[in-house]
């Protein structure tokens, strides 16, 4: 697993402790402090954000659905936006073009997600969860260790 160049950190969650883990297992690593995620890289032209923006990782606060119903199925189905984009680059992969940011980021307020998905189960008990339709599911695990949550999770329930 490649280790990212630099790691970008909205001001807000800097104390949050996935943001303290994540950078505890990347350290030493260059950090930059900044206000929203969504304006890294902005100045540059997107050839540019590419190269040097791709090896990057963002920790931030998803504001807004974290979790969103698609209504496909009658049983419940759910994409998670928990993270978004991915470390690598595989040329066939529509991730790749799918932002305007070239940094993968990891949305830190996991808790909101398991919350949210133990409000799905009340309603739904067997959904669908999509955990890799904007994001690698397991590009990040070994840093956030998501999948032990969700285990632990769907033992408790
Ligand atoms: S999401 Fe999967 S297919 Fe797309 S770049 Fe990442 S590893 Fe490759």
């Known amino acids: 697993m490649q280790k990212p160049d630099k790691v970008y950190i909205e001001e807000t969650v ?17 950090i930059e402090f900044v206000e929203d ?8 032209p997107l050839t540019k954000r590419t190269v040097e923006d791709k090896n990057s990782l963002a920790l ?9 119903s698609i ?46 998905i133990e409000e799905v189960l009340k309603v739904h008990p067997h959904p669908y969860f999509h955990v890799g339709e904007v994001s690698d599911a397991l590009a990040f695990d070994h840093l956030t260790e998501f999948s032990l949550d969700l285990a632990r999770l769907f033992f408790r329930i």
């Not at 800097?14 to 505890?24: G, N, V």
């Not at 830190?108 to 919350?115: M, P, Q, S």
């Open 37 to 44: 995620w969504r304006k890294i890289g902005d100045t540059k």
């Open 14 to 30: 800097r104390y949050h402790p996935l943001a303290e883990k994540i950078i505890s297992k990347l350290n030493p690593i260059r």
């Open 71 to 116: 209504g496909r199925m009658e049983s419940g189905e759910y994409y998670l936006f928990h993270e978004i984009d991915c470390t690598y680059d595989c040329e066939y992969c529509y991730l790749q073009y799918y932002f305007q940011t070239k940094v993968p980021v990891i949305f830190v307020n996991r808790d909101e997600v398991l919350k949210k």
């Open 60 to 68: 931030a606060e998803k504001k807004g659905e974290i979790i969103k």
